[in-house]
Protein backbone atom coordinates (compact mmCIF):
# COMPACT_ATOMS: atom_id res chain seq x y z
CA UNK A 1 0.00 0.00 0.00
CA UNK A 2 0.88 3.38 -0.90
CA UNK A 3 1.34 5.80 1.88
CA UNK A 4 0.65 9.61 1.33
CA UNK A 5 0.98 12.71 2.28
CA UNK A 6 -0.53 16.45 1.40
CA UNK A 7 1.17 19.71 2.89
CA UNK A 8 0.82 23.55 1.58
CA UNK A 9 -2.74 24.30 2.85
CA UNK A 10 -3.05 27.12 4.28
CA UNK A 11 -5.28 30.78 4.64
CA UNK A 12 -5.05 32.85 1.39
CA UNK A 13 -7.23 35.79 0.17
CA UNK A 14 -9.35 35.60 -2.80
CA UNK A 15 -7.83 36.00 -5.65
CA UNK A 16 -4.62 34.24 -4.12
CA UNK A 17 -2.59 31.37 -4.91
CA UNK A 18 -1.60 28.15 -3.10
CA UNK A 19 0.45 25.36 -4.06
CA UNK A 20 -0.21 21.81 -2.78
CA UNK A 21 2.27 18.91 -2.62
CA UNK A 22 1.59 15.25 -2.72
CA UNK A 23 4.22 12.68 -1.55
CA UNK A 24 3.68 8.93 -1.55
CA UNK A 25 5.90 6.13 -1.05
CA UNK A 26 5.49 2.22 -0.78
CA UNK A 27 6.40 -0.64 -1.60
CA UNK A 28 4.48 -0.87 -5.44
CA UNK A 29 5.22 -2.22 -8.80
CA UNK A 30 3.79 1.46 -9.78
CA UNK A 31 1.61 4.85 -9.14
CA UNK A 32 -0.35 5.00 -12.14
CA UNK A 33 -3.53 7.65 -11.34
CA UNK A 34 -3.11 10.30 -8.97
CA UNK A 35 -6.61 12.17 -8.28
CA UNK A 36 -6.70 14.61 -6.02
CA UNK A 37 -10.33 15.69 -4.49
CA UNK A 38 -11.59 17.91 -2.00
CA UNK A 39 -13.92 18.15 0.81
CA UNK A 40 -16.70 20.63 2.15
CA UNK A 41 -18.22 19.93 5.97
CA UNK A 42 -21.13 18.08 5.22
CA UNK A 43 -20.43 17.21 2.03
CA UNK A 44 -19.40 14.31 -0.03
CA UNK A 45 -15.92 14.11 -0.95
CA UNK A 46 -15.68 15.54 -4.68
CA UNK A 47 -12.82 14.75 -7.06
CA UNK A 48 -11.42 17.59 -9.30
CA UNK A 49 -8.31 16.57 -10.93
CA UNK A 50 -5.96 13.44 -11.79
CA UNK A 51 -2.23 13.12 -13.11
CA UNK A 52 -2.00 10.26 -15.24
CA UNK A 53 1.59 8.24 -15.20
CA UNK A 54 1.68 9.19 -18.84
CA UNK A 55 1.83 13.18 -18.35
CA UNK A 56 -1.94 13.30 -19.24
CA UNK A 57 -3.74 15.62 -17.07
CA UNK A 58 -7.64 16.35 -16.60
CA UNK A 59 -9.20 19.07 -14.32
CA UNK A 60 -13.11 19.47 -13.54
CA UNK A 61 -15.19 22.26 -14.76
CA UNK A 62 -14.67 24.19 -11.48
CA UNK A 63 -10.84 24.77 -11.42
CA UNK A 64 -10.08 24.59 -14.76
CA UNK A 65 -7.85 26.88 -16.03
CA UNK A 66 -7.25 28.43 -12.37
CA UNK A 67 -5.35 24.66 -11.00
CA UNK A 68 -2.35 23.25 -12.84
CA UNK A 69 -0.74 19.95 -11.92
CA UNK A 70 2.76 18.73 -12.85
CA UNK A 71 4.58 16.00 -11.35
CA UNK A 72 7.79 14.41 -10.79
CA UNK A 73 8.22 10.60 -10.64
CA UNK A 74 12.06 10.76 -9.23
CA UNK A 75 10.54 12.64 -5.97
CA UNK A 76 7.27 10.76 -6.34
CA UNK A 77 5.27 14.13 -5.57
CA UNK A 78 2.26 15.64 -7.69
CA UNK A 79 2.13 19.41 -7.00
CA UNK A 80 -1.24 21.13 -7.38
CA UNK A 81 -0.85 24.88 -8.38
CA UNK A 82 -4.54 26.84 -7.19
CA UNK A 83 -4.71 30.33 -8.43
CA UNK A 84 -7.46 32.96 -8.84
CA UNK A 85 -8.33 31.29 -5.73
CA UNK A 86 -12.30 31.40 -4.85
CA UNK A 87 -13.85 31.16 -1.48
CA UNK A 88 -15.95 28.63 -3.26
CA UNK A 89 -12.68 26.76 -3.00
CA UNK A 90 -12.45 26.29 0.63
CA UNK A 91 -12.04 22.46 1.50
CA UNK A 92 -9.72 19.79 2.35
CA UNK A 93 -7.71 18.53 0.01
CA UNK A 94 -7.08 14.77 -0.81
CA UNK A 95 -4.52 13.16 -2.69
CA UNK A 96 -5.52 9.55 -3.90
CA UNK A 97 -2.47 7.37 -5.88
CA UNK A 98 -4.04 4.35 -7.41
CA UNK A 99 -0.80 2.02 -7.19
CA UNK A 100 -0.64 -1.18 -8.83
CA UNK A 101 0.53 -3.16 -5.77
CA UNK A 102 1.58 -6.61 -4.69
CA UNK A 103 -1.06 -8.61 -2.79
CA UNK A 104 -1.21 -12.37 -1.27
CA UNK A 105 -3.85 -12.44 -4.58
CA UNK A 106 -1.48 -11.20 -7.11
CA UNK A 107 -0.84 -7.25 -8.29
CA UNK A 108 -3.58 -5.07 -7.65
CA UNK A 109 -4.90 -1.77 -8.54
CA UNK A 110 -5.54 0.19 -4.75
CA UNK A 111 -6.10 3.66 -4.14
CA UNK A 112 -4.53 5.34 -0.68
CA UNK A 113 -5.19 8.09 0.64
CA UNK A 114 -3.87 11.18 2.68
CA UNK A 115 -5.30 13.14 6.17
CA UNK A 116 -5.80 16.12 3.63
CA UNK A 117 -4.31 19.59 4.18
CA UNK A 118 -6.93 22.49 4.99
CA UNK A 119 -7.14 25.21 2.59
CA UNK A 120 -9.43 28.03 3.31
CA UNK A 121 -10.13 31.27 1.39
CA UNK A 122 -11.03 34.18 3.08
CA UNK A 123 -10.72 37.81 3.61
Known amino acids: QVQVVEFGGGLVRPGGSLRLTCKYS????????VNWYRQIPGREREWFAT???????KLGDSVRGRFLLSRDHTKNTVDLEMHNLKPEDTAIYYCNPQALSPTNSGPKMIGSWGQGTQVTVSS
Open 26 to 33: GNVFAVYD
Open 51 to 57: SSINGDT
